[in-house]
């Protein structure tokens, strides 16, 4: 059974990421794409806790690493705090709750964006703050609040039918 | 007690992955030739879905252009002819010219100036992960004789420079990425300048130009194009347009903005240039 949950964690992040790369590159509202990855790592820090959510992290940073960045681990590093910080929440977690998943997700949208502008943007001397949260940040955050909601009931749906299928197999 | 140990445990983990970013990190800025083969695993497992993903994409988003109607295809098609016609005829001036320039020049010995550029056409696969830089993937790499620093253009226009390549898949960071300089010069006047790719300036359309000679007679609408001074772009393509000349705050040198003739939003196709700019390295500091 643990091979069905490793299998869905290495799956999830392969589609998300080509959502993300491919798929949403012709969805684009208002010129920004939602952070499909972002909403994975944070789910499912949430609902698995830290573990699932350094390791999901790792996995969607890493392979932006691969794909886009020109040093490798920079974004992985980022992911896997931001999965961290998201286990803490586990705790009060609770199936029914949309709230939290959801004022989560908007609040870490936030501050990915605010954590990209500091160290790749202000720390070369480019301030332009306010211009970065109109054209960018907000319509970012509210871009993945709105693809959030789906794919987080999704991914609950799948993590609650793995969790029903382990608890069987051990009576 | 139990609830103690799964917390520690956690925190391992944290440790253990930050651990391995670090040493990521480290390894691929000190010798970031080591971990090429784990990149061409991954893209060259990836890359094929994302190229796949991306035909069906163009074409159920390009559904539009296939509903036209008759009439507007015979009204376009009519325009196009008289052009062809104009063009034609502009044509055949041009080549009289060319071929007294060939005369003119090897009566005087001199070389030809602008070299043809051999290219290579590639497929843009994916864009950048987020919205912050304006990178993208072609479908073309190493295996396709793709080398990093190759330019690459659309529309006859630069587009950016190829800055990683793997096997079946190269990275392409546009002109106007917030990171990249190009060395750019006025077609007419030969004056140089530098056009700074911006993220805040890109989202109205256009980009800085700056350190452009005090003294420089250039007015609004020259042509921008590489410069022969740069050490990674090859002489003589085109950027874009120029307007809103002047003086900068420093009274030393006038800035201006750059209108791209690339349509960054819809790349489909580029050409990649595959004469690499020969060049010695003057000042290792310049980066573009």
């Excluded at chain 1, 789910?43 to 350094?54: D, E, S």
């Excluded at chain 1, 790792?58 to 961290?84: K, M, N, T």
């Amino acid at each position: 059974m643990r091979l069905k949950r490793t299998l869905f964690y290495i799956l999830s992040v392969i589609f998300c990421f080509l959502l993300q790369t491919s798929v949403f590159q012709f969805l684009k509202l208002a010129d920004v794409m939602p952070n499909v990855l972002l909403i994975l790592t944070v789910t499912l820090g949430l609902i698995r806790g830290k573990k699932a959510g350094i390791g999901i992290g790792f996995s969607c940073g890493l392979l932006i690493d691969i794909f886009f960045g020109d040093v490798l681990g920079q974004y992985a590093l980022l992911y896997l705090l931001i999965g961290y910080i998201n286990g803490c929440f586990n705790s009060f977690f609770y199936e029914d709750d949309v709230l939290l998943p959801f004022g989560l997700l908007v609040i870490n949208t936030l501050a990915y964006s605010f954590a990209i502008f500091f160290f790749f943007f202000a720390l070369r001397g480019r301030f332009a703050f306010f211009s970065y949260l109109k054209d960018i940040m907000i319509p970012e955050a509210v871009y993945t609040g709105l693809i959030a909601l789906p794919l987080y009931k999704l991914l609950l749906f799948i993590d609650v039918r793995i969790s029903d299928s382990e608890k069987r197999s051990m009576f | 007690m139990k609830f103690q140990k799964k917390n520690m445990r956690s925190r391992h983990y944290l440790f253990i992955f930050v651990g391995v970013c670090f040493l990521l990190i480290g390894i691929s800025v000190f010798a970031g030739g080591v971990l090429s083969p784990v990149k061409a695993l991954a893209t060259g497992i990836l890359s094929p879905m994302q190229k796949g993903i991306n035909s069906i994409g163009n074409g159920i988003f390009s559904w539009n252009e296939n509903i036209k109607t008759k009439e507007q295809l015979k009204e376009d098609n009519k325009v196009l002819q008289e052009k062809i016609d104009s063009l034609k005829m502009q044509n055949r001036i041009l080549s009289q010219d060319q071929i007294e320039l060939e005369r003119l020049q090897e009566l005087l010995k001199l070389k030809a100036k602008y070299k043809k550029y051999s290219t290579v056409g590639a497929r843009v696969i994916s864009k950048g992960s987020g919205n912050w830089f304006e990178i993208f993937a072609i479908d073309k790499g190493s295996k396709d004789g793709i080398k990093k620093n190759m330019n690459v253009i659309a529309d006859n226009g630069l587009v950016g420079i190829v800055y990683d390549v793997s096997d079946h898949y190269a990275k392409v960071r546009t002109i106007i990425n917030d990171t990249s300089m190009v060395s750019a010069m006025f077609l007419k006047t030969k004056d140089s300048c530098i056009v700074r790719g911006s993220l805040s300036t890109m989202s109205d359309g256009y980009l800085e130009v700056v350190y452009i000679d005090k003294t420089a007679k250039v007015k609004e609408g020259d042509e921008l194009v590489t410069s022969y001074l740069s050490s990674k772009f090859v002489e003589g393509l085109s950027i874009g347009k120029v307007s809103d000349i002047k003086l900068d705050s420093t009274k030393l040198t006038k800035t201006a903005k750059v209108t791209p003739i690339v349509d960054f939003k819809h790349l489909k196709e580029v050409l990649v240039i595959t004469d690499l700019k020969e060049n010695v390295n003057l000042d290792e500091k310049t980066k573009e």
